[in-house]
């Protein structure tokens, strides 16, 4: 039996909104093509358009579906620009990438819990750095803008602003960052 791994939508990385995202008829965007993803033992990833019931938020999460299937469901992507679509599905695909989705999820608000958000964060804009490097400065306004109006602290935006700015300016690949994960998990 397969443990699952749920990031459900009320979680930091995945409740994605900007000013200008709300869902009026001004405000809706193209979907964006999903990008290519595997997970860690090379399973691909199947991502799934839902409507949420907010319609004014777009989020994602990272599972497995009833027949134990990789999957990513994308909500209300139409409510965010191009840019963030990218980067969540980015992070989603991350926590299948470095195997979270088959770890037992931590508690909420954990260490180990924020630690895997940081980590999808950071292979996130790595990828946005190697596959669509226009959409960084974007990215980290609307992430911004979508930490502050959602009521997080100043202090949690500022560390994870912190995070994807340092992990982008510092670090090299996406494919050696998530290796190091992975070898890590399997020194543990």
Do not use: W
């Amino acid at each position: 039996m397969r443990l699952q791994r749920t990031y459900p939508v009320a979680c930091l990385s995945l409740a994605i909104i900007t000013s200008s995202s709300f869902a009026t008829a001004e405000a809706m965007h193209s979907v964006v093509t999903p990008p290519s993803c595997s997970n860690n033992q090379g399973e691909p990833v199947l991502f799934i358009s839902r409507s949420g019931l907010q319609g004014q938020v777009a989020a994602g999460m990272a599972n497995r579906d009833t027949d134990g299937n990789p999957v990513i469901y994308r909500m209300n992507y139409d409510t965010a620009a191009p840019a963030f679509q990218r980067f969540i599905d980015f992070h989603e695909c991350a926590h299948h990438q470095v195997g979270h989705v088959d770890q037992p999820h931590p508690p909420r608000n954990s260490f180990e819990h924020l630690m895997n958000e940081s980590i999808a964060d950071c292979v996130a804009i790595l990828r946005v750095r190697e596959e669509a490097n226009e959409s960084y400065a974007a990215i980290l306004d609307d992430l911004k803008t979508a930490m502050t109006r959602v009521g997080f602290p100043k202090s949690s935006t500022d560390s994870r602003m912190s995070n994807v700015i340092n992990c982008y300016e510092n670090y090299g690949s996406s494919a050696e960052f998530i290796e190091g994960v992975l070898n890590q998990s399997k020194a543990d």
